[in-house]
């Protein structure tokens, strides 16, 4: 089981940046690949990132490439993910999530076994 809290949310002028963190209650955290995502009001839940448990493997998709950086600290059970440049259209709850392996289908929110609370960011114009 795991349990994870993301925090670091908040409110931003677009073109500014946040930090998100996500803590991890699992003493095995080291194992799991681990997800960013996001949903604003009205839309499916949106993928942002993935790093596998060691880092050696990261991907996002097209839309935050360049703006947003994943990364995680095993020792502190925690992974961030850092977010710049921000718009408006980047307001959302953003959320992180763990599954055991990374695989292929890293972005598709079903196949994350963990899930935190969400993070609500608001990024005013």
């Known amino acids: 089981q795991v349990q994870l809290v993301e925090s670091g949310g908040g409110l931003v002028q677009a073109g500014g940046s946040l930090r998100l963190s996500c803590a991890a209650s699992?003493?095995?955290?080291?194992?799991?690949?681990m997800g960013w995502f996001r949903q604003a009001p009205g839309k499916e839940r949106e993928f942002l990132a993935v790093?596998?448990?060691?880092?050696?493997?990261?991907d996002y998709p097209d839309s935050v490439k360049g703006r947003f950086t994943i990364s995680r600290d095993n020792a502190k059970n925690t992974v961030y993910l850092q977010m710049n440049s921000l718009k408006p259209e980047d307001t959302a709850v953003y959320y992180c999530?763990?599954?055991?392996?990374?695989?292929?289908?890293?972005?598709?929110?079903?196949?994350?076994?963990?899930w935190g609370q969400g993070t609500q960011v608001t990024v005013s114009s």
């Open positions: 999530a763990a599954r055991s392996i990374y695989g292929s289908r890293y972005s598709y929110p079903e196949e994350y076994n963990y």
């Open positions: 699992a003493r095995t955290f080291s194992r799991y690949t």
């Open positions: 790093i596998s448990w060691s880092g050696d493997r990261i």
